[in-house]
T-cell receptor
Framework: AQKVTQAQTEISVVEKEDVTLDCVYE???????LFWYKQPPSGELVFLIR??????QNEISGRYSWNFQKSTSSFNFTITASQVVDSAVYFC????????????FGKGTKLSVKP | EAGVTQSPTHLIKTRGQQATLRCSPI?????VYWYQQALGLGLQFLLW???????NRGNFPPRFSGRQFPNYSSELNVNALELEDSALYLC????????????????FGPGTRLTVL
């Protein structure tokens, strides 16, 4: 079965704190892709990052970093020095390597960053 | 470059009616995907169209249908509306992808909020 679990339903931090959003996935495919999307209150899903199963390099983009560990089936997302504009719902998603096309989403983590 | 666009932004219907939602993909993208985001149910895959054909379908009844036009835009039709169809409907598009259709990153539009009374 394919599944994505985001155990943290809601997280609240104060501005400038670091915060890590957890994502654990399940899949039987050896080739798969992992994604993070951000959904601000406006509703649009904004693409943040894509990771292929054969590429375990961690990635940093400004204040954002991602830690992909196949051994624990996790793809965690860290925001350093959080800002109020980071407040949103963050979704982790999985797509298997076949051509089914669909993304399997976690339930999302609502992040609130307070000034 | 313009992103994925969807219309209308909001749609209010009554039970039993039909709803039509529209989506225009990013220029050059050939695949269009539809997802439903209902309260408490998360984001669920509905349909995938590529080059005018339905390629995959999620676990939804047949009254959810759609099509893709030659210009790659797409329509989602929901017949015999039920109260539980109230949700945000998100459309996404992707290019063909080096590994074939449906293998590239999906970019989402702002959604259509459907309310069924």
């Amino acid at each position: 079965a394919q599944k994505v679990t985001q155990a943290q339903t809601e997280i609240s931090v104060v501005e400038k704190e670091d915060v890590t959003l957890d994502c654990v996935y399940e899949t039987r495919d050896t080739t798969y892709y992992l994604f993070w999307y951000k959904q601000p209150p406006s509703g649009e899903l904004v693409f943040l990052i894509r990771r292929n199963s054969f590429d375990e390099q961690n990635e940093i983009s400004g204040r954002y970093s991602w830690n992909f560990q196949k051994s624990t089936s996790s793809f965690n997302f860290t925001i350093t020095a959080s800002q109020v504009v980071d407040s949103a719902v963050y979704f982790c998603a999985l797509r298997n390597g076949g051509s089914q096309g669909n993304l399997i989403f976690g339930k999302g983590t609502k992040l609130s960053v307070k000034p | 470059e313009a992103g994925v666009t969807q219309s209308p932004t909001h749609l209010i219907k009554t039970r039993g009616q039909q709803a039509t939602l529209r989506c225009s993909p990013i220029s050059g993208h050939t695949s269009v995907y539809w997802y439903q985001q209902a309260l408490g149910l998360g984001l669920q895959f509905l349909l995938w169209y590529d080059e005018g054909e339905e390629r995959n379908r999620g676990n939804f009844p047949p009254r959810f249908s759609g099509r893709q036009f030659p210009n790659y835009s797409s329509e989602l039709n929901v017949n015999a509306l039920e109260l539980e169809d109230s949700a945000l409907y998100l459309c996404a598009s992707s290019p063909a992808g080096l590994a074939g259709p449906g293998t590239d990153t999906q970019y989402f539009g702002p959604g259509t909020r459907l309310t069924v009374l």
